[in-house]
T-cell receptor, first 111, second 116 residues
C-alpha cells in the first residue's frame, strides 16, 4: 500500500544549525510529494512540493529533492530560526488517490 | 493571513447538543475537505466535496453531517457527539485535480471542538 514514514521527533536544534528531517515513502506508480508545516495553534500550510523524480522543491530556505531510487524526500534547511519551530508533515499523493500524511516531526529551535 | 476561514475557533458542546462548524473560501476552489486532527497526530480525512457534490466519505459516523451549500461554503453539522470526538477540525480547499486531489491544499486554522 501507500505510506509515508518520517523520523521520530522532537528534533531539537540551536538557532542557525543545519536541519534535516527524513522522509521515505512507499507508493505505487509515480506519486507527487509534499511537505506541510503546522505552526502552534494553526492549520497546515503547504511548504514545498515535487511532482516527479529529481525535482527539487524549495520555499523559505527549505529544500527537498524527490529521490526515486531511494524513495525519499528529506527536508533540509541550512540555518534554522526560532520561528521555524513547528510540526512538519511529509505527504504524498499516489496516482489518482488521496493525500497521505506521515506522522509528523516536531522541530524545536532554541536561541 | 489564511484564505480559508473557519468559525467558530473554539466550540464546547454537550453530547445532546446540535452545532455546526462553518468554512468559507474565496479562492475559486471547487474542492473542499473536512479533516479531523487529534493531538500529536496527522490530519485524518473525513469528507471531500468536488464541484459541490460529496465525492468521498471516509466511513465517518452519521453524527457528522457535511453540507456544501455553494462553491464557497462548507458546513459540518454535529449531533449526539461523543467525548472521543473532541479534536481540531480542519477545513481545506483546492483546485480539483485528476481524481479528487492535487495534494495542494489550503487549510483554515481549524475549529477546536470539546465534547463534554
Amino acid at each position: 500500500g501507500n505510506s509515508v514514514t518520517q523520523m521520530e521527533g522532537p528534533v531539537t536544534l540551536s538557532e542557525e544549525a543545519f536541519l534535516t528531517i527524513n522522509c521515505t515513502y512507499t507508493a505505487t506508480g509515480y506519486p507527487s510529494l509534499f511537505w506541510y508545516v503546522q505552526y502552534p495553534g494553526e492549520g497546515l500550510q503547504l511548504l514545498l512540493k515535487a511532482t516527479k523524480a529529481d525535482d527539487k522543491g524549495s520555499n523559505k530556505g527549505f529544500e527537498a529533492t524527490y529521490r526515486k531510487e531511494t524513495t525519499s524526500f528529506h527536508l533540509e534547511k541550512g540555518s534554522v530560526q526560532v520561528s521555524d519551530s513547528a510540526v512538519y508533515f511529509c505527504a504524498l499523493v499516489p496516482n489518482t488517490d488521496k493525500l497521505i500524511f506521515g506522522t509528523g516531526t516536531r522541530l524545536q529551535v532554541f536561541p | 493571513d489564511t484564505e480559508v476561514t473557519q468559525t467558530p475557533k473554539h466550540l464546547v458542546m454537550g453530547m445532546t447538543n446540535k452545532k455546526s462548524l462553518k468554512c468559507e473560501q474565496h479562492m475559486g476552489h471547487r474542492a473542499m475537505y473536512w479533516y479531523k486532527q487529534k493531538a500529536k497526530k496527522p490530519p485524518e480525512l473525513m469528507f471531500v466535496y468536488s464541484y459541490e457534490k460529496l465525492s468521498i466519505n471516509e466511513s465517518v459516523p452519521s453524527r457528522f453531517s457535511p453540507e456544501c451549500p455553494n462553491s464557497s461554503l462548507l458546513n459540518l453539522h454535529l449531533h449526539a457527539l461523543q467525548p472521543e470526538d473532541s479534536a481540531l477540525y480542519l477545513c481545506a480547499s483546492s483546485h480539483p485535480g485528476e481524481g479528487a486531489y492535487t495534494g495542494e491544499l489550503f487549510f483554515g486554522e481549524g475549529s477546536r471542538l470539546t465534547v463534554l
